[in-house]
């Protein structure tokens, strides 16, 4: 069983954008390193991780090959062309890969750059165990369900948070099932999410691994100001 890790990385950060952001916000530097960097580097240090496919835009693909030589990444990480949205370029570098049936494929959010390398492992070992897995975090907020009107949201009930989780990366399974699920979806025009809705979509069971409020996902500037936070820390 060997592991291979894909990180969608074509997306344009559109709220970083208007909030001015110079470039992409997988590229906007923490501590020093571009964001992209520091979630590369995580899985690059996973013993069990074989290749690592980063998928970008083409446009940025000679920056990324010149990030990636310059953190000494050559070898373990491979560059590849994303597609339109995260699906197409999940799609992109699974096509990419030269895998097993029951090798594992994880996909990791590019902007998650404070993922932990124990997370990765329980990760693996939870699709080792179930065939899939998604790292996911207990909600803490009461979560509402609204009906949508055209004066504004109309409260309709209250999901109790027992069963809510908020989902987070790494997700993946072993390649059969991942290429079985995105292979349907493309079928059929479906667009999900995450890789967790285009498994569901497929019937297949989901395993969940806890994760940490560590491992967010930047978004907007804030974000960057609590990333380097937690990077002194």
Same mark, same amino acid.
């Given at each position: 069983m060997r592991v291979f890790v894909i990180l969608p990385a074509a997306g344009i950060g559109t709220r970083m954008a208007a909030a001015g952001?110079?470039?992409?916000?997988?590229?906007?530097?923490l501590g020093g390193q571009p964001?992209?960097?520091h979630s590369l580097k995580a899985f690059a240090g996973v013993a069990e991780v074989t290749e690592i496919l980063v998928a970008v835009r083409p446009?940025?693909?000679?920056?990324?090959?010149?990030?990636?030589?310059a953190a000494g990444l050559n070898g373990r990480v491979r560059v590849v062309e994303g597609g339109e949205n995260r699906q197409g370029s999940v799609a992109n570098a699974l096509a990419a890969l030269d895998c097993a049936d029951d090798d594992i494929v994880l996909v990791h959010d590019a902007v998650r750059p404070l993922?932990?390398?124990?997370?990765?492992?329980?990760?693996?070992?939870?699709i080792q165990k179930h065939g899939a897995a998604i790292v996911g975090v207990p909600a803490i907020d009461t979560i509402k369900q609204v009906e949508r009107t055209a004066d504004g949201a109309i409260i309709t009930g209250t999901i109790p948070?027992?069963?809510?989780?908020? *989902?987070?990366?790494?997700?993946? /399974?072993?390649?059969?099932?991942?290429?079985?699920?995105f292979a349907e979806a $493309?079928?059929?025009?479906?667009?999900?999410?995450?890789? *967790?809705?285009?498994?569901e979509r /497929?019937?297949?069971e989901v395993a969940l691994v806890a994760g940490?409020?560590? $491992?967010?996902?930047?978004?907007?500037p804030g974000d960057l100001e609590l990333a380097e936070f937690y990077l002194k820390h």
């Open positions: 952001a110079a470039a992409p916000k997988q590229f906007l530097e964001i992209l960097i446009q940025e693909m000679k920056r990324v090959h010149q990030q990636v030589a993922i932990d390398g124990h997370t990765i492992e329980r990760t693996i070992a939870a948070r027992e069963l809510i989780v908020q *989902a987070q990366t790494p997700q993946g /399974a072993t390649a059969a099932r991942l290429r079985r699920a $493309n079928a059929d025009g479906f667009s999900g999410t995450d890789e *967790a809705s285009v498994l /497929a019937g297949m940490s409020p560590r $491992n967010f996902k930047i978004t907007q």
